[in-house]
């Protein structure tokens, strides 16, 4: 798969050791965390506090679920991956790009357990579990440190719903900063796009693109190659 092409530059502001620190606390602390991944700011939690303030704040539908942060050690905890072929490239992909899967979840999963009941139904949908992968430098720091403390990051982007990525801390609306409990500003994305495109969303448990984001021109030979082998 080529991404090179797309040139995709990050443009951001070097996150340091105390950034990762203080970002960890919030998150330990329950709060609503606004941070930069490598595709858009998002509104960040564990707590139920933190994550009924995001959907207020966005003016978000419950129905819509919230996406796990993740990496690929988070993903095997939280879902079920049918089988290596599907795994590897999974792997492969995310190493190249920006990912989000969609698989049946992992009905043991520590991490999952540690949720509060209406949190877990906020990830959890029909017993399927939305992964977000290769995140970027900072949010992948943060989300290691707190997998080892036993807490996983969910949330959303930071932008009023259904209207497109948000790539600079200056671009966030007003109220969507104000509700915050702890922020960082890291500069521009390194994904942003004048569509304004999120992350490919690739959905194994049928077999389709949920959303065609950035490179999904890339992905989605790969994911039909994919599929016409199992």
Not at 73 to 84: F, G, Q
Not at 94 to 115: C, D, Q
């Amino acid at each position: 798969m080529n991404v090179h092409s797309m040139h995709y530059e990050d443009s951001g502001t070097a996150h340091t050791e105390h950034d990762v620190r203080a970002s960890c606390d919030a998150f330990a602390a329950g709060s609503l965390v606004l941070l930069k991944g490598d595709i858009g700011y998002g509104l960040l939690g564990h707590s139920e506090r933190a994550i009924r303030k995001m959907y207020d704040a966005k003016g978000r539908v419950h129905t819509n679920p919230c996406i796990v942060i993740g990496n690929l050690d988070i993903l095997r905890e939280v879902a079920l991956v049918p089988n290596d072929v599907i795994g590897d490239w999974i792997a492969a992909t995310a190493a190249e790009t920006t990912l989000a899967v969609v698989l049946p979840v992992n009905p043991h999963s520590k991490l999952l357990g540690k949720l509060s009941p209406w949190v877990y139904g906020q990830t959890v949908t029909n017993g399927t579990i939305a992964v977000f992968l290769n995140v970027g430098p900072f949010l992948e720091d943060v989300i290691a440190r707190l997998r080892t403390a036993g807490l996983l990051v969910v949330g959303s982007s930071a932008n009023p719903s259904s209207q497109g990525n948000i790539y600079q801390f200056e671009d966030i609306p007003a109220t969507l900063r104000e509700a915050a409990d702890f922020a960082i500003d890291h500069g521009r994305s390194k994904y942003a796009n004048p569509e304004r495109n999120a992350t490919t969303i690739v959905n194994f448990t049928n077999w389709s693109l949920k959303r065609r984001g950035v490179n999904w021109e890339a992905i989605e030979p790969g994911f039909l190659a994919l599929q016409a082998q199992s």
